[in-house]
């Protein structure tokens, strides 16, 4: 197959771009695409006539279903107190004492056909509304 000659430029001038790029920069460019998958679901509360439609990121290194604390508070989940607060661990594996979870809310969750009742770890200071890990 014959390339003309645009096409060549241009591969030409990504190869080159790519090469200039440090591959730290590439690294974390890569991670960060592999991380933030968002998939929309639904939420409803057991007592609600209506739920919410938002973005959750789907996240595989996180244990669980958390919920942010401003989002809770906005959408007027009602939060449930646990009997004992459950230490946050940080991606290396040390426990972060400033975030305790101390409250859950039970919810509804709907996404694509299926529908489950669970309860969601509320967590202060998350960049997302929802994370769903995995248990």
């Known amino acids: 197959m014959k390339k ?21 920069v590439r ?3 890569r991670e960060k695409i592999l991380r933030e998958v968002m998939v929309k679901i639904g939420l ?5 006539d209506e739920g919410i439609i938002v973005e959750a990121l789907l996240d595989s290194r996180t244990i669980g279903l958390v919920i942010s604390l401003e989002f ?3 959408n007027k989940f009602r939060k449930k107190k646990l009997d004992r607060p459950i ?19 039970e919810v509804e969750l709907f996404y694509k056909g299926h529908k489950e009742r669970t309860e969601i770890d509320v967590i ?12």
Request: net charge positive.
């Open 87 to 105: 230490y946050v661990r940080n991606v290396d594996g040390t426990f972060n004492h400033e975030k305790l979870i101390e409250h859950i809310v």
């Open 124 to 135: 202060e200071r998350e960049k997302w509304c929802i994370i769903l890990g995995m248990s």
């Open 72 to 74: 809770a508070r906005k």
């Open 4 to 24: 003309d000659r645009k096409m060549v430029l241009k591969e030409e001038r990504l190869k080159k771009e790519k090469k200039e790029r440090p591959v730290e």
């Open 44 to 48: 409803k509360q057991e007592d609600d």
């Open 27 to 29: 690294k974390v460019e």
